[in-house]
């Protein structure tokens, strides 16, 4: 018999709103550039990263998005550092900054890439970057998919948790592309140590919407 | 399922040899493989050491044992020769009778052939015999001539997590057999050298400009190298009347969480990646006889695996050596290269040495084996593998109780 687990709490940044366990917290107009919308938020909750700044656009929104999620519920506190998993997914993978670093070499006229660009054309930095900023040691795997897929997040994550992997889980989406964003981080424990939802494909569908 | 996971083949080709018996030659006459780049042109060639297979591509397709006229990239021929040799070692001639995979790990793939041909792949007024090779540049596609060439059909799989990714390619094969996926597996890596990591570490600027130094206090940086090593691992059913070379008794892979790129100071994701490996196989640290170290010569590197040393063996650090000083650094096949050197010091009760030590580092306890020793009792060894991020994985291999 398989352990039910819970989602204790989730966090989303979407169309210009941030919104925690279901409130809606800091917002703008949803035609905000998402990059200063992303820069807004952080400031808005005086998140005091300097590291923040050094980060692409998807890290930003990454970085943002986990960071509220654990100040919803700081799973860090109440675990040791291996053995929260972190299993995040999205579209369109690092596309943001890959272009961006794309348009640094193209013209060997005006030849100019920068390492602190490179470094962030993998999407699974935005992992890293959570894993950095909180020392987590655990399980770590970074998928692409077209949409946001609760039926395999619900899965993998169930798996995970059940055969002892890890304790807990920060999961979800986070996608940056194209002045389009979208992010949803949510944890999974074994036991209800917050909000308390099943977690279920129909609940993170529910949750996800 | 499967309790254990034994050894029945290996097979490798580096700079030091292209086969098992050439690069026991190697070591017992302490002959390294760094030398000058040959098949590539490189405004590097002059002045960094590189340890390249001493094989052009067209020879290397005959020991491939490829058709007169096939090309290939160098990546899927080092690869096809030593995972080749590991299957003969196995004695497997009937890849149907038992569920057979392959998962091979690389970190270039076939960038060495796209870094010739990416000008003719742009010129879209062109076309021609060469844009067969475009599907070539992606790592999967080494895994699958290898696969091909052997036969392999019941499951394929490619790993790509920088240096520590044929480590990951053998932990995620020992995982299938003892899940009952699988019933043998050829796992391990290959890289080959190019144009990409050559310049790349240069900018990096963690090419040393002389014969690399591994646990030496004036160390001054890695040399690249390539190759390919394999090893096949069955479960107690596929293996069963066969020669066993060892088991595979541990593995481990941990997170850093440190930076993006350079690994932390203290080790703690090699100290995690080796204590997760101690409580699978159920050994203890002084079990260890030898510590084949991922030891790569840079600055960051022998430091922050020393450290997790001192601390995972109490500063009572058993025999070890870093070999890259004789295969080069050779990133995505180190770990099965290594595994191939792991499983050799059991057979032969062989320790390999650390060339080129003269200084020991002074922020350590230890200092690593000098010379090549015999006649050792060698039951069990770790093989350390690190990779960019932080990504680390350590195996222990173990002799069979008879």
């Known amino acids: 018999m398989a352990a039910p687990n819970y989602i204790t709490a989730y966090a989303k940044i979407r169309s210009g709103k941030v919104i925690l366990n279901g409130e809606t917290g800091y917002s703008a107009n949803a035609d905000e550039p ?84 490179f470094v962030y054309t993998l999407p699974n930095i935005l992992i890293g970057e959570i894993a950095i900023r909180n020392s987590i040691k655990g399980e770590n795997t970074f998928f692409i998919f077209d949409t946001f897929d609760p039926r395999f997040m619900n899965s993998y994550i169930h798996s995970m948790l059940n055969t002892g992997r890890a304790k807990c889980c920060i999961a979800g989406w986070v996608d940056f592309y194209e002045n389009k964003y979208d992010a949803f981080l949510y944890t999974v424990e074994q036991t209800n140590n917050g909000l308390g939802i099943a977690h279920t494909e129909e609940q993170l569908n529910n949750l996800y919407k | 399922m499967s309790s254990k996971v034994y050894v029945t083949g290996i097979g490798i080709i580096s700079a030091i040899g292209n086969n098992v018996a050439e690069t026991l030659d190697s070591f017992n006459k302490m002959h390294s493989g760094v030398g000058t780049l040959e098949h590539i042109i490189s405004r590097h060639q002059a002045d960094t050491p590189v340890a390249e297979v001493k094989a052009s591509n067209a020879e290397l397709a005959v020991m491939a044992g490829f058709p007169k006229g096939h090309e290939d990239t160098r990546t899927a021929l080092l690869g096809t020769i ?20 392959i998962i091979s790990a690389t970190s270039v793939g076939g960038m060495g052939m796209t870094e010739n041909l990416w000008m003719q792949y742009l010129d879209t007024e062109q076309s021609g015999p060469w844009l067969k090779f475009i599907e070539s540049h992606e790592c999967g596609d080494s895994t699958e001539a290898i696969a091909d060439s052997l036969g392999i059909r019941d499951y394929l799989s490619t790993i790509s997590t920088a240096c520590s990714s044929s480590a990951n390619s053998i932990m995620f094969g020992a995982r299938m057999i003892k899940q009952g996926l699988l019933d043998r597996v050829v796992v391990g890596g290959v890289d080959s050298l190019s144009k990409f990591t050559i310049n790349g570490f ?40 066969k020669t066993i070379f060892c088991e595979l008794t541990g593995y481990g892979n941990a997170n ?147």
């Not at chain 1, 909750?45 to 700044?53: A, D, H, S, V």
């Not at chain 1, 299993?87 to 013209?107: G, P």
């Not at chain 2, 190298?225 to 691992?233: K, N, Q, R, T």
């Open chain 1, 34 to 117: 998402a990059a200063d919308f992303v820069k807004a938020a952080y400031k808005h909750y005086e998140l005091n990263y300097p590291k923040f700044y050094k980060m692409d656009q998807l890290c930003r929104l990454a970085f943002v998005c986990s960071e509220l999620l654990l100040r919803a519920n700081k799973v860090t506190a109440n675990y040791a550092t291996e053995d929260i998993a972190i299993i995040v997914a999205n579209n369109a993978a690092s596309l943001e900054i890959d272009t961006e670093h794309q348009s640094t070499i193209a013209d060997a006229d005006n030849y100019f890439p920068s390492p602190a660009v």
């Open chain 2, 256 to 402: 850093d969480a440190y930076h993006q790129t350079a690994s932390s100071p203290d080790g703690a994701g090699a100290y995690l990646a080796m204590e997760k490996a101690f409580n699978i196989s159920g050994l203890k640290p002084a079990d260890i006889d030898y510590i084949n170290a991922h030891g790569t010569g840079t600055e960051i590197n022998d430091l922050s695996e020393g450290t997790a040393l001192d601390r995972m063996f109490d500063k009572k650090v058993p025999m070890i050596s870093s070999t890259k000083a004789f295969t080069g650094h050779t990133l995505g096949a180190c770990g099965g290269i290594e595994a191939v050197f792991s499983i050799l010091a059991i057979k032969n009760n062989m320790v390999y040495p650390n060339l080129n030590l003269v200084t020991p580092m002074p922020e350590l306890s230890f200092k690593p084996v000098t010379e090549l020793k015999k006649d050792q009792k060698i039951n069990n060894v770790l093989s350390n593998s690190f990779g960019f991020g932080g990504n680390t994985s350590a195996l222990i291999f173990s002799r069979v109780k008879e």
């Open chain 2, 82 to 101: 030593a995972a080749k040799e590991a299957v003969k070692s196995a004695g497997i001639t009937d890849m149907k009778e038992f569920r057979t995979g």
């Open chain 2, 202 to 241: 240069s900018t990096l600027m963690i090419l040393s400009k002389e014969q690399c130094k591994p646990f030496d206090a004036n160390r001054k940086g890695l040399n690249l190298g390539e190759g390919a090593g394999f090893i096949v691992i069955e479960s107690e059913k596929a293996a069963k009347g």
